[in-house]
């Protein structure tokens, strides 16, 4: 049996990774914590981005490496860090299922993930064609952990993770997204960031809180 290369051994350790700091990122209750544990995914899809584009020749895969290196690793925790020191938010309350019940969900959901991704790897002819069930488990994860918080900023963050883990799945199968479709996304990421830091304070104006259980409140009364 021979070995693989060692760009392929690179990109599996890379893609183990993700899946490791996507279930950290399920457990973690602290905001702050969470935020780094982003940005250490951030970095760990942009390498191994750039590993890919290095093994296969692709060089837009260079820009994608780099624009998720400032994006994701610099400016969007930056922004994410700021607004929790503006809004004075350290730690996360307990979500709507215990630790132990949601790490059980996420061990489902990644045995059901890596199960939907074998037809798919087999017809594709990448060489990260392994990694698909990583990354389609990344993304799971990241839905999970968006509908079991009650704060806006932890949900805001987990929706940001499903993108990193759609990223590595489109790097994956495909060796990437055109470079104007990863422009637009990447603009479009930054923008709606930027619109919920107005939302997030708008909330925490008019409940005093970030639990998106007061926008219940909202509700007309029947």
């Not at 132990?100 to 594709?124: D, E, H």
Request: glycine share 6%.
């Amino acid at each position: 049996m021979t070995s693989l290369p060692l760009h392929a051994q690179l990109i599996n350790l890379l893609a183990a990774l993700l899946l490791l700091l996507a279930f950290a990122m399920l457990a973690q209750r602290r905001v702050v914590s969470l935020i780094d544990l982003f940005a250490w995914q951030g970095l760990a899809l942009a390498c191994s981005t750039a590993i890919v584009g290095y093994a296969t020749g692709q060089r837009h895969l260079y820009f994608s490496a780099v624009l998720t290196l400032v994006l994701k690793v610099a400016l969007l925790p930056w922004i994410l860090h700021r607004l929790v020191r503006k809004l004075d938010v350290k730690w996360d309350v307990e979500g709507l299922i215990n630790v132990p019940t949601t790490m059980i969900i996420g061990l489902v959901l990644v045995v059901f993930s890596f199960n939907l991704a074998v037809p798919i790897s087999q017809l594709a002819s990448t060489v990260t064609r392994a990694t698909l069930g990583i990354a389609m488990a990344t993304v799971m994860l990241s839905f999970l952990m968006m509908i079991t918080r009650r704060k806006a900023i932890p949900q805001v963050i987990g929706f940001l993770s499903m993108e990193n883990g759609l990223f590595f799945a489109a790097t994956s199968a495909t060796y990437g997204m055109p470079m104007v479709v990863e422009l637009g996304i990447a603009l479009d990421v930054l923008v709606g960031m930027l619109i919920l830091g107005v939302f997030f304070f708008q909330i925490r104006e008019q409940f005093d809180s970030l639990d998106l259980q007061h926008l219940e409140k909202l509700k007309e009364p029947e």
